[in-house]
């Protein structure tokens, strides 16, 4: 099956922006009955993860812990002032797969899939594929 | 092929409980030669990782680092105490992919696959899903 | 499609080794037009990443960064001196998956394929397998 490319803005330097609908439709539009959905960030300062989907200070507290850990502004060699971000991009990941059972991403209740931004704003990609099987 | 569901009960807060031989087990039972295991948890204060089978001294180090630099008791907002479950199980990672061949895991001698809980002690399942390829 | 074991040394107790083109000649090699590849590492003081290809100080910021906040010198019980290894294999992960599409790894333009070791110089292995679809 073909690669799809979701485009998102992201706002702030530190986001994280629930796409779960959005995975959520590309398996509808697929007609993935039963397999698994890959889900890639093409980007070495962003991540996705999947996190908590109803208390939004989840969310901050997770980019306000991350930045306290790995602070922008620290003794770094790489002269763009991002080297937090990269950091951040290597330990969350830049990639995901997702189990699909009867049409439906087999997430828990409690789940959302999250694009991860950590040097925005910008303008950014996700691909997304499916595996039947 | 179908997804099973592994039920797991946690005994302490932060634990890692090694689940390969059930890994194993679901590969028999599949009758899976050649291909993928696709390890998913669906719960956002607990993960899944692969490390030291051998000396349980590494599963008490890994949960007391994490434990030190990412503590219960911190800023957060969140208000049920377990943010920090939130960050590890998002840092650590829902989801594990390992290559079988001949019918076994492709693992590391040393390598053991680990359920790991962040704020238990619970009721936990994992999902389990074969590529054949 | 057969597992592929791509053999690395390491020179350095942590290293960010470029496997990129290796990954690229097993697609090649393969004949994989449009699918995913799988790339694991089968030890538990090392791991798999995805990062900047232009500017070397990306690694040094990450190696050196992890190695402040997870020192090898620290309050650890596992006897061998590397439990800080131990934790950045499951911080960073042993596993990551690519797409694949037109024969080519969907990367995007800034990033490279590292092989993460933590606990070298060693000899070590990656694993790579082709999931065509």
Chains 1, 2, 3 share one sequence.
């Not at 951040?88 to 009867?102: P, R």
Request: hydrophobic residues 40%.
């Amino acid at each position: 099956m073909k690669v799809e490319t979701l485009q998102i803005n992201s706002h702030r330097r530190e986001e994280l922006i629930n796409i779960t609908a959005a995975i959520e439709k590309f398996v509808r539009n697929a007609g993935l009955r039963e397999g698994v959905v890959i889900i890639f960030v093409p980007h070495t300062t962003a991540a996705v993860t999947i996190n908590e989907n109803a208390d939004p200070d989840v969310k901050h507290d997770i980019i306000h812990k991350l930045n306290s850990e790995f602070p922008q502004d620290d003794s770094y060699l790489h002269g763009e002032g991002n080297s937090d971000a990269h950091i951040k991009s290597s330990l969350i990941g830049a990639s995901l797969q997702i189990i699909v059972t009867e049409g439906k991403l087999l997430l828990g209740t409690w789940q959302g899939i999250y694009f991860c931004e950590f040097d925005g704003p910008r303008s950014r990609n996700v691909y997304i594929k499916a595996i039947a099987c």
